[in-house]
């Protein structure tokens, strides 16, 4: 049985197969937008090419206190490292803190915080996308031109970063005053709020809408219009997705007059991670480059984006199809590993079957040799008391027993019914191999010196060789039905041991019962 369980217990390691290690990444997004989906798909495909990671992605949808509890939860889940889009610079720091200083490599993304517990970021130099915007409109407006500045989030380091690059460069324009500025949460919804909450302390003109995303800049843009109608400003963004309605096709469409790219580069990032799990160094910021899309550009940045997404979806579906492929052979895999089980199992089981059975066979003999000896001895036994009994008997010079003995057999012989009462008695208990002497006896009323007396002055037999002979008759007959076979006809007739039965009836006949 032990090497059942050893064949079983390497059975069961071979089907797991060869794992590599599983490292599980949380994602914790700070909101839900185009940018954060197209982030979350670039990641999602980039995972495609490595095998033993897991994703987890969170969101908190702009709210701090909630992104914090999420990142508490994804470290209590037992995350290997954390990629986070962090709200605010300030209030995610404790959560941030605490991962990191629990061993969890932390890398930021698009957004840095107040401290220097991180392992890397990864983003784009907002201040340079600022500063980039700033000399795009400085070089393209008018000497006088009114500005208005829709800040991001406040407290959010892409908002600040990108307003000191925009203020730095507009500076080096004196032609151009800043006429409004105020936050936004970074929604098309709170720039239109934005807008409004400026117009209605300022009705000069407007030349140009700094939005600090697009989506931002979109909705101020359309509160002025609400406004002013025949308003034609000039219209700066950041983020130059290239989805349908996002910034690209905004500024293709003339609503945007540019946009500059931050790139959300999923691939790298899924790639940075991978190597900090793998202990591999890294550097302590990676900064993505940057451009300005413009209505010169534009056209062809979309038609590029359209051939990336076909692409896109072919390499999705060639993915489906090696999964397919790959859960396809596992369950084949699984199904060959299971029929070699069950062939080793039964294997092992007719090995232990055949085992137990050779053993059982020996006991089984052993069993029957023991029967055979046990049966001759109780026979032997039982004329050695007969034995006793016609000593007895010899000794005694009564006239009872001168009377059976020398002149009175045929007396006795001519009894019939008590030999057939005797025989009937014997009959009925034929098969009975405990039923002897003391038991006919009994059945007679008689007792052993009694019964031997009478059966000893009719047959010549002793009881115990009359009733075994008496067995043996019967046993002859029961033998010329060909239905029954020997060892049947010995139980039948009393014989416990088929081969005892077997060299008495030789003693009897002359011959073995198979023969006859």
């Known amino acids: 049985m032990r090497r059942l369980y050893l064949i079983l217990a390497i059975l069961a390691l071979a089907s797991c197969g060869k794992q590599g290690e599983h490292f599980v990444i949380g994602v914790s997004q700070c909101s839900e937008d185009a940018w954060r989906g197209k982030l979350k798909s670039e990641l999602e495909m980039a995972n495609f090419f490595h095998d033993g990671i ?25 995350i290997d490292l954390l990629i986070i889009s962090p709200n605010q610079q300030t209030q995610l720091l ?10 969890i490599p932390v890398i930021l993304f698009d957004r840095k915080i107040a401290s220097e517990k991180y392992t890397s970021f990864m983003g784009v130099d907002n201040f340079e996308i600022g500063k980039l ?7 393209n407006l008018a000497k006088g031109s009114k500005l208005i500045e829709i800040k991001g989030l406040e407290d959010s380091s892409p908002a600040n970063e990108r307003h000191n690059g925009f203020i730095s460069a507009i500076r080096s324009y004196p032609q151009i005053q800043i006429v409004g500025e105020a936050h936004g949460d970074w929604t098309r919804e709170s720039g239109y709020k934005a807008m409004e909450s400026i117009l209605s302390a300022y009705d000069g003109p407007v030349d140009c809408i700094m939005g600090g995303n697009d989506r931002m800049a979109e909705g101020a843009l359309e509160a002025l219009r609400r406004h002013r109608p025949d308003a034609r400003p000039m219209v700066l963004g950041v983020d130059a997705l290239p989805g349908k309605g996002e910034g690209i096709q905004l500024v293709r469409d003339s609503i945007l007059t540019a946009s500059a790219i931050y790139p959300t580069h999923g691939d ?47 390499i999705r579906q060639a993915k489906k199809q090696i999964e397919n492929i790959r859960i396809a052979m596992n369950n084949q895999q699984m199904l060959l590993l299971s029929v070699v089980a069950i062939l080793l199992i039964s294997l092992i089981s007719i090995i232990i079957i055949a085992r137990e059975y050779r ?23 039982e004329l050695e008391r007969d034995r006793l009994i016609e000593a007895q008997l010899a000794n005694r010079e009564s006239n009872e027993v001168n009377e059976i003995l020398s002149g009175r057999e045929e007396i006795f012989r001519a009894e019939n019914e008590f030999m057939q009462r005797f025989k009937n008695v014997l009959k009925d208990n034929l098969s009975n191999e405990e039923f002897g002497v003391e038991q006919i006896g009994a059945e007679l009323g008689y007792s052993r010196v009694q019964l ?10 002793s009881p115990v060789e009359f009733i075994r002979s008496t067995r043996l008759a019967y046993a002859k007959l029961m033998l010329s039905d060909s239905s029954l076979s020997v060892s049947e006809v010995a139980y039948r007739v009393g014989f416990s041991s088929p081969s005892y039965f077997s060299k008495c009836f030789k003693e009897e006949f002359g011959s073995l019962p198979s023969n006859n």
């Not at 969170?58 to 994804?74: C, G, I, M, N, Y």
């Not at 053993?359 to 049966?375: D, H, M, P, T, V």
């Not at 031997?452 to 037999?461: E, F, L, N, P, Q």
Request: aromatic share 4%.
């Open 54 to 78: 897991e994703l987890r992605f969170v969101s908190a949808h702009d709210d701090s206190q909630l992104q914090e509890k999420q990142v508490d939860s994804l470290v209590a889940q037992g």
């Open 94 to 103: 404790p959560s941030i803190e605490r991962a990191f200083d629990s061993g």
């Open 133 to 139: 915007l700033g000399q795009y409109a400085g070089e």
């Open 268 to 314: 790298e990032l899924l790639d940075l991670a991978v190597s900090i799990l793998n202990s591999r160094s890294c550097l302590k910021e990676y900064i993505m480059p940057t451009s300005l899309v413009t209505s010169g550009n534009a056209r062809i940045l979309l038609l590029q984006n359209e051939e990336l997404e076909r692409s896109n979806k072919s």
């Open 359 to 381: 053993k059982n066979k020996r006991l089984s003999q052993i069993l029957a040799e023991q029967k055979e000896i046990a049966e001759a001895q109780r026979d032997e036994l």
């Open 452 to 461: 031997y007396r009478k059966v000893k002055a009719m047959t010549g037999k």
